[in-house]
């Protein structure tokens, strides 16, 4: 039996999850639900396109979601996470990389906060006490106190209708 990947079945989808700090709150995106759900709040990001790194999706993609200019030395790598068949009926995995930064006062000014035109959702900083309380994706609360702590991470979500079924995370020593 051929590998699903090779044959072509099953494809792999590199994106990036992006955490942008401010002090003691952490920039958040309510979700529209055009590619989620719809009120889910989450940290910006998306899909590498052809050709790009990580770190070049992690300024563009924050550039398009937030309005704001960064750089690639800015973007910190803190993890890997994997969604086996995340979107079962386009037959995708997600494999994403996370990062981390500390804007500026001059960039986090910058930010269209709370407006209702921004494309995937509205961006609001929120204070790291309250991010746990909001209505996040199951699988997010588990691996945020990594994030909080900055401390390098993996994990493995497995997901099924939009639920977190099971999963496997760990600190990387």
């Not at 995340?86 to 494999?95: L, M, Y």
């Not at 006490?129 to 390098?152: N, Q, T």
């Amino acid at each position: 039996m051929k590998n699903p990947y090779e044959s072509g079945t099953q494809k792999v989808i590199p994106a990036v999850l992006l955490y942008a700090f401010h002090g003691n709150e952490l920039l958040m995106l309510n979700a529209k639900g055009k590619d989620g759900m719809p009120g889910k709040w989450n940290g910006l990001g998306g899909k590498l396109e052809l050709g790009e790194t990580s770190r070049m999706a992690a300024v563009r993609e924050f550039q398009e979601e937030a309005s704001c200019l960064t750089t690639e030395t800015q973007w910190r790598w803190l993890g890997q996470l994997s969604f086996p068949n995340f979107k079962a009926h386009k037959s995708e995995d997600w494999w994403v990389n996370v990062f981390v930064t500390d804007l500026t006062d001059a960039q986090a000014a910058s930010i269209p906060l709370n407006d209702p035109l921004q494309i995937e959702g509205t961006l609001h900083f929120v204070p790291l006490s309250r991010v746990l309380c909001l209505d996040l994706w199951e699988g997010d609360a588990k691996f945020f106190p990594y994030v909080f702590d900055r401390i390098p991470f993996e994990g493995t979500f497995f997901y099924k209708n939009g639920k977190c079924e099971s999963y496997e995370l760990s600190a990387i020593k």
